[in-house]
């Protein structure tokens, strides 16, 4: 596998990880959490926490580390469909961190302060403007994602349009 095939390979892959649980969260926890008790709210998402504390950035960390190969790999492509699809997906990657390091992440770090016994009286409201937050990123992550499959598909297109160079010598002139 060369350079430029494993960089597209994991950063599909990465970035397709973090779009897919992002919005498993959004379509699934997001609908339970209402339902939960303050106390059982809180409980639930320290636990949750815990284990996306490690996994995410681990996660972001290897979809943009492979998404930044890629683009060194294609960098003298200017004009180039892929080029033009991996930096609108960079563009919406940078996005998705500036949103969870400025919003989620202190939300999360303040969540991590309460006592499930007796949770802040405006835990929900708190707790909303992670959600809403929580929904941009998850349209990012997506569009990151997608932006990465077509940037591929573009590669294919380029590739397939690209005729192979000729080998040996030239055939003698008539």
Known sequence: MTPLAAARFAAVLFSGLVAGIFLGDRMG???ARPALSPSSFVTFQQIQHVHFLTMMPILIGAAVVSLAAWLLLIRSRLGSA????????????AAVIVVTRTVNVPINDRLMTWNPASPPADVRE?????????TVRTVLAAAAFLLEILAFGASRKD?????EPLSGPPAPMP
Do not use: S
């Not at 892929?82 to 990657?93: N, R, S």
């Not at 590739?159 to 005729?163: Q, S």
């Open 159 to 163: 590739a397939a349009a690209t005729p």
């Open 82 to 93: 892929e080029l033009l699809f991996l930096a609108l997906a960079a563009a919406a990657c």
């Open 126 to 134: 708190i707790w909303a403007r992670w959600e809403q937050t929580h």
């Open 29 to 31: 926890a997001t609908f």
